[in-house]
């Protein structure tokens, strides 16, 4: 390193964001995760004995990721490598496994390589790194928002053991605040600095489990705000924090994790007949920017498989929702969609019909397929009636209640039963219909 690269990055250094700075050196200053890096569970361990092998942290922005990496760089014996998904191709990866190659050959010493961001390596990235990782040529940590058990390729998931970030704990994020202020060295303590609690207290809710988000807000706080005149001390009180994180750090990535989260509990609120919730998760998907057409489908599906004929105005209320969702736009479409989950959450449950073409469907799938008995067959076309087609059918409309008992199963399966309509809403008109129906004796 030249003279000008050493003062490039002692610049970098010292203009580096507080979160960069306040990354934690030795797992002592990690704040959080004790689930996973408590002392005496299995990563705390492996990190203090440097018998690390291949690991992929999975979580939310701002939960430690790449600090833990970090720290494992400045414990362990290995050399260690670091490439980012973004910025770094196969030539990257094939360059890194060499040189970890030569260097176990020669000095017999371990690489361990770190991959910010997995997730954003292609099929062919990732492919490129299997043999390496499985002779033990380089060991792995991989860092990623998403979840590793989609968007990492399986080989190299089996070979890793993955451990999840949770988002940091109110308490964890105040923790971290204070140590910033503190710390003359890297932090903000050479600044005479005061925070009031309720500028502290909201801060550390809004950044919502991010400890980048509320470093880079109390930063921004700090830096922008004149010392008071009377003792020349900076204070910032909860209308300059709000100023500084004006907007709730919402972890929602649509093609990510917390996306599918979002909407499963959206669906199951739903589901579960709590409005409340139901509408906290669509204010969610609305505020994080969701397709509202995406939201409207979901609706489509659930008005057929969890409510069907116990409310069969669900469905066709959700579908004219999604007419109307295209055709208004956001921002009134939030009324529209209100409207909708409210009735659909309200609405008289019922999974029946989806229940009935599932087993429809596995019978034939997995069963001997049915022959279709000779009276349902068709004999519209010449020469039927010689093979008996359509012989004995009985046309309901000729009897009372446009009923008549007669077979329309095949033969195997003319005993079974799919469809069991509960008591619920509607549903329980069509089953004591279906009832009255079935106990009436065979006519003609």
């Given at each position: 390193m030249n003279f000008f690269e050493l003062n490039k990055n002692t610049q970098l250094k010292k203009k580096a964001p507080l979160s960069t700075r306040m990354r934690p050196k030795t797992l002592e200053d990690f704040v959080g995760q004790d689930h996973i890096i408590g002392k005496?569970?299995?990563?705390?361990?492996?990190?203090?004995?440097?018998?690390?092998?291949?690991?992929?942290?999975?979580?939310?922005?701002?939960?430690?990721?790449?600090?833990?990496?970090?720290?494992?760089?400045?414990?362990?014996?290995?050399?260690?490598?670091?490439?980012?998904?973004?910025?770094?191709?196969?030539?990257?990866?094939?360059?890194v496994i060499k040189e970890a190659g030569d260097r176990l050959g020669m000095y017999n010493k371990k690489t361990i390589l770190f991959i910010d961001e997995i997730h954003r390596f292609n099929k062919s990235q990732q492919d490129a790194l299997l043999p390496s990782v499985e002779e033990g040529t380089v060991v792995l940590i991989g860092a990623t928002t998403e979840n590793p058990y989609f968007e990492v390729n399986s080989p190299l998931v089996s070979r890793s053991r993955v451990f999840q970030l949770k988002s940091l704990e109110k308490e964890d994020i105040i923790k971290i605040l204070h140590k910033a202020l503190q710390d003359k060295r890297a932090g903000l303590g050479n600044l005479n600095t005061d925070i009031t609690s309720e500028a502290l207290e909201h801060l550390a809710n809004t950044c919502n489990g991010?400890?980048?988000?509320?470093?880079?807000?109390?930063?921004?706080?700090?830096?922008?705000?004149?010392?008071?005149?009377?003792?020349?001390?900076?204070?910032?009180?909860?209308?300059?924090?709000?100023?500084?994180?004006?907007?709730?750090?919402?972890?929602?990535?649509?093609?990510?994790?917390?996306?599918?989260?979002?909407?499963?509990?959206?669906?199951?609120?739903?589901?579960?007949?709590?409005?409340?919730?139901?509408?906290?998760?669509?204010?969610?998907?609305?505020?994080?920017?969701?397709?509202?057409?995406?939201?409207?489908?979901?609706?489509?599906?659930?008005?057929?498989?969890?409510?069907?004929?116990?409310?069969?105005?669900?469905?066709?209320?959700?579908?004219?929702?999604?007419?109307?969702?295209?055709f208004v736009g956001f921002p009134e479409a939030r009324i529209i969609l209100s409207q909708a989950v409210t009735y659909l959450a309200t609405a008289p449950k019922s999974n029946a019909a989806c229940i009935a073409i599932q087993n429809a469907l596995k019978d034939v799938e997995h069963k001997k397929t049915g022959s279709v008995p000779?009276?349902?067959?068709?004999?519209?076309?010449?020469?039927?009636?010689?093979?008996?087609?359509?012989?004995?059918?009985?046309?309901?409309?000729d009897y009372p209640k446009s009923y008549v008992d007669q077979q329309y199963l095949p033969e195997e399966l003319k005993d079974t039963v799919y469809y069991c309509p509960t008591g619920h809403g509607y549903e329980k008109t069509i089953k004591e219909r279906m009832e009255n129906l079935k106990g009436t004796k065979k006519n003609g």
């Open positions: 005496e569970k299995l990563l705390y361990r492996a990190i203090k004995a440097d018998k690390i092998t291949s690991l992929i942290f999975y979580g939310p922005p701002g939960t430690g990721k790449t600090t833990l990496a970090k720290i494992i760089a400045n414990t362990t014996q290995s050399s260690f490598e670091q490439l980012n998904a973004v910025t770094s191709g196969v030539s990257d990866i094939r360059r991010d400890a980048r988000t509320a470093l880079n807000a109390l930063e921004l706080a700090v830096l922008t705000t004149a010392p008071n005149q009377e003792n020349n001390k900076i204070i910032i009180d909860l209308e300059v924090a709000q100023e500084c994180i004006q907007k709730r750090a919402l972890v929602y990535e649509k093609n990510g994790d917390n996306h599918y989260d979002t909407v499963s509990a959206f669906i199951k609120s739903m589901r579960g007949s709590d409005p409340d919730a139901a509408l906290y998760w669509l204010a969610k998907m609305i505020y994080a920017g969701e397709d509202p057409k995406f939201i409207a489908r979901r609706i489509i599906i659930f008005a057929s498989e969890d409510i069907g004929n116990a409310d069969p105005q669900a469905l066709s209320l959700a579908v004219s929702t999604a007419k109307a969702v295209e000779l009276h349902l067959r068709d004999a519209h076309y010449k020469g039927a009636s010689q093979l008996g087609h359509g012989k004995g059918y009985q046309y309901p409309h």
